[in-house]
């Protein structure tokens, strides 16, 4: 929790009392003290969770066996949960096994990087700078069309995507317009801004929590109930802790459904 | 302690999706209630619905960072 407590500190010495944290807090300052390098804490731990999940899966089936060993049973478990329980159940066909790499590593990178907020030191989920979450999803975005144009040809696609079957004419003319924005241009803003304000939100939850528990306990006056506040502050900073724990699981897991359910409306052949 | 009205007004768009994942969940318990070898189905379905509905909680959130006064 270094920069949290480093920012309660700051805000309490400064004398005004107790500052909540916000948006400024995401800011982390470039380790080159420079713009043109974009190395911070941040983007570290991103690449520190592509790290993780590629030595995971290498180290974990360097040596497969029939009998599989403890790790090789673990990631062929977690492997088979995305083939089967995102790809296969949502694509299905004979197309799912072309995504089930993408989709597969899509899942635990996320799931990584979200789990970096709760891990001692680290405690900094890199998708609550929405840059990264806009970066993820607009691959998401380049690829479900991409594969929907191959399938199709450039303008059947564009029809599948923008025109309903199955509905009388004279409505066409209100529904295409909405449906091209709703399928083509805010698809991927939500599905980004999902994952980034879940992340967002939980992290300035805990922020909150955790300095405002502090500043209640140690530097509040005045009432005899500021100091039990500042003991029930904490005690929900643990629960949301825990409430955050689901969160991340879950946010790798709608962000992975959603990528998966996009590539199937682009593949299907009528809708 | 400062803030703004807007959080106040992100807390009332909050209602809505909180209303609508309500439902959601609803339905999807009571479908396994009845029929528990369906869960597997249902889990993706429910999920999916449930990102849905809370996507207008998200925007709500975001707008409520952006818009300054």
Known sequence: MTHVSVDGMVGIAAGNGFQAPG?????????????????????????????????????????????????????????????????????GGRDYMRFVPLLTTMFFFILVNNLFG?????????????????????????????????????????????????????????????????????????????????????????????????????HATGSFLVKPAGILSFILGILVGFLELIVSVLQAYVFTLLTATYIQGSLAAEH | MGGTLNMVGYGLAAIGPGIGIGLIFAAYISGTARQPEMQSRLQPIAILGFALAEALAIIGIALAFVLKP
């Open chain 1, 23 to 91: 948006p400024a807090d995401f800011e982390f300052p470039d380790i080159f003290n420079g713009n043109q390098v974009l190395l911070a804490k941040s983007s570290l731990l991103l690449v520190l969770g592509a790290i993780v999940v590629a030595a995971f899966f290498l180290i974990t089936t360097r040596r497969l066996r029939i009998v599989p060993s403890k790790p090789q049973y673990f990631s062929e478990e977690a492997y088979s949960f995305v083939r089967n329980g995102i790809a296969q159940d949502i694509i």
């Open chain 1, 118 to 218: 709760l891990v001692p030191f680290l405690q900094f989920a890199p998708f609550s700078r929405a840059g990264f979450a806009y970066a993820l999803a607009g691959m998401v975005w380049v690829v479900y069309n991409g594969v929907g144009i191959a399938r199709h040809g450039f303008f059947p696609y564009l029809k599948l995507q923008t025109v309903p079957a199955g509905v009388p004419a004279w409505i066409l003319p209100l529904l295409v317009p909405l449906e091209f924005l709703s399928n083509l241009i805010i698809r991927p803003i939500t599905l980004s801004l999902r994952l980034f304000a879940n992340m967002f939100a939980g992290h300035l939850l805990l922020t909150l929590f955790a300095t405002g528990g502090a500043y209640l306990l140690f």
